[in-house]
């Protein structure tokens, strides 16, 4: 069975600080590892994921992530926070040898950035 | 052009009744789902439709029941609402390993 585990509800941080959302996962196999963002009365978008290759992945707005198959965790990063990162991000995860099988999503961290 | 879209973007009705969402998307994907995220936040899988053949049904009343017209549409029609219905629900579709989500439609049962 596949699982997320986001281990904060919340995480606040000031604009110009560097920022960090934690996720850690759990499959049979290996993951494909995906970072989505919420704004409010939204859909979800894509921000980032992790297919195979480099452990340090590139997204959008600025965000990375890097996959750590030991600890298990695909933690998303930001080295310099801006006020309208402030939303709900979602980690998920899908078994890459299962098919169409859909993502797997943690419960979600709130992210407020302060000014 | 808004890739996978999704009407109405609200919908209030009162319990007992039957309502249908729309979902469509202009991304030559071959696969659509629906997600409930309940008020906690909390994002659920509930169907996924490969080119029009459904392939997953989680532990979802039958109350509830998808229909792919055709590959680009997924529709979510639901029986005898319940006041546990209200959600919002999103439809996604994929094509290789990246979904991408409509707006969402944020259902309320009186």
């Known amino acids: 069975a596949q699982s997320v585990a986001q281990p904060e509800d919340q995480v606040n941080v000031a604009e110009g600080n560097p920022l960090t959302v934690k996720c850690t996962y759990s499959?049979?196999?290996?993951?494909?590892l995906f970072w989505y963002v919420q704004y409010p009365n939204r859909g979800l978008q894509f921000l980032l994921k992790y297919i195979t290759g480099d452990n340090l992945v590139k997204g959008s707005y600025g965000f990375e992530a890097e996959f750590n198959k030991s600890q298990t965790s695909f933690h998303l990063k930001k080295p310099s926070a801006l006020v309208s990162d402030s939303a709900l991000y979602f980690c998920?995860?899908?078994?890459?040898?299962?098919?169409?099988?859909?993502?797997?999503f943690g419960k979600g961290t709130r992210l407020s950035v302060i000014a | 052009d808004t890739a996978v879209s999704q009407t109405p973007k609200y919908l209030v009705t009162q319990m007992g009744n039957d309502k249908s969402i729309k979902c469509e998307q202009n991304?030559?994907?071959?696969?659509m789902y629906w997600y409930k995220q309940d008020s906690k936040k909390f994002l659920k899988i509930m169907f996924s439709?490969?080119?029009?053949?459904?392939?997953i049904n989680e532990t979802v009343p039958n109350r509830f029941s998808p229909k792919s017209p055709d590959k680009a549409h997924l529709n979510l029609h639901i029986n005898s609402l319940e006041l546990g219905d209200s959600a919002v629900y999103f439809c996604?579709?994929?094509?290789?390993?990246?979904?991408?989500f409509g707006p969402g439609t944020r259902l309320t049962v009186l």
């Open positions: 998920a995860v899908r078994d890459r040898g299962s098919g169409n099988t859909p993502l797997v």
């Open positions: 996604a579709s994929s094509h290789a390993d990246t979904q991408y």
């Open positions: 499959v049979s196999g290996n993951p494909y």
């Open positions: 439709y490969n080119n029009k053949e459904l392939i």
């Open positions: 991304l030559g994907h071959d696969t």
